[in-house]
């Protein structure tokens, strides 16, 4: 599986960014995905996880209320809406996915699009 996260750029405090996750190779879309970022000389650190079926959709605390998750297993795509942004969110944004429902952990992972939040 292939992923491509795309939708990066410059945004204003408080303003909004759209990022997309294409997925592509062998896949059937029933798998969990998720973002997770990594800002300058800071851990890798998980922001927000969609199930594979039901749409259960999980945040880290920082974002909960700004940010929105959510796919299209039709595209074999995911989003990530976030809104409100604040200088703090600014990073690397990574998407990842599962190879199966109960996967222990995210073997899949985009390349990373950065979002710059300006104060």
């Known amino acids: 599986v292939q992923l491509q996260a795309s939708g990066g750029g410059l945004a204003q405090t408080g303003g909004s960014l759209r990022l997309s996750c294409a997925a592509s190779?062998?896949?059937?879309?029933?798998?969990?995905m998720a973002w997770f970022r990594q800002a300058p000389e800071k851990e890798r650190e998980f922001v927000a996880a969609?199930?594979?079926?039901?749409?259960?959709?999980y945040y880290a605390a920082s974002v909960r209320g700004r940010f929105a998750i959510s796919r299209d297993n039709a595209k074999n795509t995911e989003y990530l809406q976030m809104n409100s942004l604040k200088p703090e969110d600014t990073a690397v944004y990574y998407c990842?996915?599962?190879?199966?429902?109960?996967?222990?952990?995210?073997?899949?992972w985009g390349q990373g699009t950065l979002v710059t939040v300006s104060s």
């Open positions: 969609i199930s594979a079926t039901d749409g259960s959709t």
């Open positions: 190779g062998s896949t059937d879309g029933t798998y969990p």
């Open positions: 990842a996915a599962k190879p199966y429902v109960h996967a222990p952990r995210y073997d899949y």
